[in-house]
Protein backbone atom coordinates (compact mmCIF):
# COMPACT_ATOMS: atom_id res chain seq x y z
CA UNK A 1 0.00 0.00 0.00
CA UNK A 2 2.05 2.74 -1.59
CA UNK A 3 -0.51 5.57 -1.68
CA UNK A 4 0.37 9.16 -1.90
CA UNK A 5 -1.73 11.76 0.57
CA UNK A 6 -2.38 13.07 3.66
CA UNK A 7 -2.73 11.34 6.74
CA UNK A 8 -5.23 12.67 9.87
CA UNK A 9 -2.89 13.74 11.70
CA UNK A 10 -1.56 15.81 8.96
CA UNK A 11 -4.70 17.71 8.06
CA UNK A 12 -5.33 17.89 11.85
CA UNK A 13 -2.28 20.10 11.98
CA UNK A 14 -2.77 21.91 9.14
CA UNK A 15 -6.39 22.61 10.56
CA UNK A 16 -4.41 23.64 13.89
CA UNK A 17 -2.40 26.31 12.43
CA UNK A 18 -5.13 27.52 10.61
CA UNK A 19 -7.17 28.19 13.30
CA UNK A 20 -4.41 29.68 15.24
CA UNK A 21 -4.12 31.75 12.16
CA UNK A 22 -7.58 32.74 12.61
CA UNK A 23 -7.30 33.71 16.11
CA UNK A 24 -4.21 36.25 16.21
CA UNK A 25 -5.98 37.81 13.07
CA UNK A 26 -9.85 38.34 13.49
CA UNK A 27 -9.02 40.83 16.73
CA UNK A 28 -6.77 42.49 15.00
CA UNK A 29 -8.93 43.32 11.83
CA UNK A 30 -11.80 44.58 14.20
CA UNK A 31 -9.42 46.87 16.29
CA UNK A 32 -8.43 48.27 12.98
CA UNK A 33 -11.36 49.00 11.26
CA UNK A 34 -12.72 51.22 14.43
CA UNK A 35 -9.53 53.35 13.51
CA UNK A 36 -10.10 53.65 10.15
CA UNK A 37 -13.46 54.46 10.48
CA UNK A 38 -12.59 57.47 12.97
CA UNK A 39 -9.53 58.50 10.74
CA UNK A 40 -12.09 58.20 7.56
CA UNK A 41 -14.42 60.94 9.09
CA UNK A 42 -11.62 63.04 10.48
CA UNK A 43 -10.98 63.11 6.75
CA UNK A 44 -14.27 63.46 5.45
CA UNK A 45 -14.69 66.67 7.56
CA UNK A 46 -11.55 68.16 5.53
CA UNK A 47 -13.53 67.79 3.03
CA UNK A 48 -16.79 69.35 3.86
CA UNK A 49 -14.69 72.26 5.01
CA UNK A 50 -13.24 72.29 1.28
CA UNK A 51 -16.35 72.09 -0.09
CA UNK A 52 -17.90 75.08 2.49
CA UNK A 53 -15.48 77.41 1.29
CA UNK A 54 -16.30 76.31 -2.35
CA UNK A 55 -19.64 76.91 -2.03
CA UNK A 56 -18.98 80.68 0.28
CA UNK A 57 -17.04 81.31 -2.82
CA UNK A 58 -19.58 80.37 -5.70
CA UNK A 59 -22.37 81.67 -4.03
CA UNK A 60 -21.85 84.42 -1.79
CA UNK A 61 -22.77 82.30 1.47
CA UNK A 62 -22.39 79.96 3.52
CA UNK A 63 -24.55 76.56 3.09
CA UNK A 64 -27.27 76.21 5.48
CA UNK A 65 -27.09 72.65 6.03
CA UNK A 66 -24.94 69.41 4.85
CA UNK A 67 -28.18 68.79 2.56
CA UNK A 68 -27.20 71.93 0.10
CA UNK A 69 -24.19 70.63 -0.48
CA UNK A 70 -25.28 67.18 -1.50
CA UNK A 71 -28.02 68.40 -3.56
CA UNK A 72 -25.65 71.04 -5.11
CA UNK A 73 -23.22 68.47 -5.97
CA UNK A 74 -20.29 69.49 -3.64
CA UNK A 75 -20.80 66.06 -1.94
CA UNK A 76 -21.74 62.93 -2.75
CA UNK A 77 -22.76 62.02 1.00
CA UNK A 78 -23.83 63.57 4.12
CA UNK A 79 -22.72 61.40 6.58
CA UNK A 80 -19.01 60.05 7.94
CA UNK A 81 -18.01 56.43 7.06
CA UNK A 82 -18.95 55.36 10.92
CA UNK A 83 -22.25 56.51 9.97
CA UNK A 84 -22.31 59.59 12.02
CA UNK A 85 -24.23 62.46 10.90
CA UNK A 86 -22.12 65.65 9.43
CA UNK A 87 -23.60 69.58 10.26
CA UNK A 88 -22.37 72.82 9.56
CA UNK A 89 -21.78 75.06 12.47
CA UNK A 90 -22.90 78.51 12.70
CA UNK A 91 -19.04 79.62 11.64
CA UNK A 92 -19.32 77.56 8.08
CA UNK A 93 -17.01 74.73 9.92
CA UNK A 94 -18.16 70.68 9.50
CA UNK A 95 -18.72 68.67 12.80
CA UNK A 96 -19.53 65.27 13.23
CA UNK A 97 -23.14 64.63 14.82
CA UNK A 98 -24.47 61.95 16.69
Known amino acids: M???????????????II??????????ITKNQTTV??????AFLKVVDAQIQA????NDKLP???????????????SCPN???VTI???GEAAEGT
Open 89 to 91: GVN
Open 83 to 85: GKA
Open 37 to 42: RSKGCD
Open 55 to 58: YELD
Open 64 to 78: ETIDVLVTEGYLKQK
Open 19 to 28: SVLLIITIPN
Open 2 to 16: NEKGFTLIEMMIVLL
